[in-house]
């Protein structure tokens, strides 16, 4: 679940049910007024009205539709919701700028949150109370800061448009003529290993409850409120869960066990679990030093290739602008920034060139070998969850501006380079300015870029990006590490990439996976690891270029039932991923999910499904 700001998670959830109309109309706009009236009456008194109550029980949310991302289902709805977000953001900003208490401005938001069945009284007050200095922070700052940009970017909407013309801008990229490196051929290989999400939990709890009634369960001290039946696996949990302990010590055992010869390992983030609303500083601390500890000790002399996940800053998602050092709220991310370099570095994985620009941002850059560099972004920023994108909206960091010309240089040195990028490209929840600019960047340098690897999704998925221009050629692919958790519906896994020793474009993937159910079955017993498949035996692929992926994307295109193996993949073959099955607009879907860059940029997406 993408719980987030609820100041503004609240205020775009009222919405009038059975509203079709895009234009909001006078008895809309009484209603917008009434109903901020009746908030403006809880903040200043702490009473809800009758009035408020029957607004808040008509508009309440269903209870299927917690641990959800909130936008997706926003976005069904019509543009009185982008007036009634605007409207009621304002009256909170307005509540700081007059003095308003902080404790009383957290208890209206919070009082709203579990009146609309958002969720229950402990995750509204604990993700309110997480994120509110950061929120009252960025109002204190930024006085010019309209409740509509609020709204434009955590809706990011064709019905809740971001017109402040802060938050358009552009990053200057090369406009030479790509030079293409010569690469003599060779059948050499080596193996790269991802590990991504493993979500670590350190209050999992095996047989506690499977099916809370909170963003995550399986957790000590939720075994009483147990009314389903369902009860946590040992191993891990197919419902909302996160990972014990033993699983990821488990999965980096098979790692080890499995693969003698590894060059690399990328890690893709998300080391933290998804108890948003009670993580705090100290206990993310823990858990990066103890997982990035236990890497270490597991491959050794292997260098491990690190980049952050959005869970890791505490609150969730959000990551401060460097020149942000004021600690006094813990609103700064620079502990975060300062620890990982440390650990990172002091590991031998990097070098002590790349401490100042993960001190800037997060991100950095290496060359492990003549001709091959590895750019490691934090694209976490671009999530339109992290509120720091309202305080500084233009190029968060320098790290695009820095990505363009890194990229440059290695052009200009014959360097091949693979990225990696926690947020998959195209994702719906990266601020589109953002995701525009960097497929620009892409788009310039893709001859030079062999492959992407993100993570974030928990899925085994692939983009096939295509070229600004000429939107018939792909020029670019992005591998997903899946995820060791099994958050949620999914087996966990890892992938082994078989490079090219001189070109570093990928030969094939391997993913290995359990059958969580058969594991749980066993819990005595280390879980049966196995190859689910070779992605080019598996869609009968001469070769992973650009050209057969994209006959591959075609094929699905013509063949729906090409498309239904992926989805199987796609869920890790799962027990209740493959049992709900994927209906045609789910294959819909996920043809387009492989095809789109940016964010509301439907245009491969249309090509594709046109040829169905």
């Not at 609820?6 to 919405?15: E, M, N, Y």
């Not at 990229?173 to 193996?191: A, L, N, Y």
């Not at 994985?349 to 790349?354: G, K, M, V």
């Amino acid at each position: 679940m993408k719980l987030s700001w609820l100041f503004v998670a609240i205020a775009t959830t009222l919405f009038v049910q059975n509203v079709v109309s895009n234009t909001i109309s006078t008895a809309e706009e009484r209603l917008v007024a009434a109903i901020t009236a009746e908030v403006d009456v809880l903040a200043k008194t702490g009473v809800v009205t009758e009035e408020l109550k029957a607004y808040l029980a008509e508009l309440a949310f269903p209870t299927l539709t917690r641990n959800t991302d909130l936008t997706s289902y926003i976005e069904q709805r019509s543009s009185l919701t982008c007036t009634l977000c605007t409207s009621l953001v304002n009256v909170i900003m307005g509540y700081r700028k007059i003095g308003l208490a902080e404790e009383t401005i957290i208890s209206t938001i919070t009082t709203l949150c579990v009146n609309l069945n958002i969720e229950g009284e402990d995750v509204c007050r604990g993700v309110i109370e997480l994120n509110a200095p950061i929120a009252f922070y960025i109002v204190d700052h930024k006085p010019n800061l309209a409740a509509a940009s609020v709204c434009g970017i955590v809706l990011q909407s064709s019905s809740c448009p971001l017109t402040d013309e802060e938050f358009e801008w552009t990053v200057e990229v090369d406009d030479g003529e790509p030079v293409h490196i010569s690469s003599e051929e060779t059948k050499e290989t080596f193996r790269i290993v991802q590990i991504s999400d493993p979500h670590y939990d350190p209050v999992y709890e095996a047989y506690g409850n499977a099916y809370c009634d909170e963003p995550t369960c399986c957790r000590v001290g939720q075994n009483d409120t147990n009314t389903s039946g369902a009860v946590a696996g040992y191993w891990g949990d197919y419902n909302d869960c996160d990972s014990p302990w033993y699983a990821i010590t488990d999965a980096l055992d098979q790692i080890k066990s499995q693969e003698q010869e590894i060059e690399y390992v990328y890690f893709t983030g998300d080391i933290i679990d998804h108890g948003v609303w009670e993580t705090t500083r100290e206990g993310n601390i823990k858990a990066i030093n103890k997982t990035f500890k236990q890497l270490y000790e597991t491959f050794g002399s292997v260098p491990v290739y690190p980049i952050f996940g959005n869970h890791e800053p505490n609150p969730t998602n959000v990551f401060a602008p460097s020149d942000v050092t004021d600690d006094e709220y813990e609103v700064s991310t620079t502990w975060l920034y300062e620890l990982s370099a440390d650990i990172w570095i002091q590991y031998g994985w990097l070098p002590e060139s790349t401490r100042s620009t993960i001190l800037e941002g997060g991100y950095y850059t290496l060359s492990p070998k003549t001709g091959f560099r590895i750019i490691a972004l934090n694209n976490n920023i671009c999530y339109v969850y992290n509120w720091w994108l309202l305080y500084e909206p233009q190029d968060p960091s320098g790290q695009l501006k820095w990505l363009a010309d890194t990229l440059l240089q290695a052009e200009i040195d014959g360097e091949f380079v693979h990225i990696l990028a926690h947020v998959p490209p195209g994702t719906g929840s990266c601020q589109y300015t953002w995701g525009r600019e960097y497929r620009k960047i892409i788009n310039r340098f893709a001859h030079i870029i062999p492959a992407e690897f993100n993570g974030h999704s928990h899925n085994d998925e692939i983009r096939v990006i295509y070229d600004l221009e000429d939107t018939t050629e792909a020029i670019r692919v992005a591998w997903n590490g899946g995820s060791i958790s099994t958050y949620s519906d999914v087996n966990p896994n890892y992938k082994v990439y078989s490079v090219n020793a001189n070109n570093y474009a990928i030969e094939d993937v391997d993913t290995w996976i359990y059958n969580l159910t058969l594991a749980n079955e066993s819990p005595d017993k280390n879980p049966t690891w196995f190859k689910s498949y070779s992605f080019k035996d598996q869609y009968g692929l001469e070769d992973l270029s650009l050209s057969s992926l994209n006959d591959l994307v075609l094929r699905m295109a013509y063949n729906s039932s090409i498309i239904s193996t992926y989805y199987g993949h796609y869920v890790k073959q799962s027990d209740p991923g493959l049992e709900s099955g994927c209906s045609d607009s789910c294959l819909t879907n996920q043809l387009c999910k492989i095809v789109t860059a940016v964010a509301d940029d439907s245009t491969q997406c249309n090509y594709f499904t046109s040829l169905a």
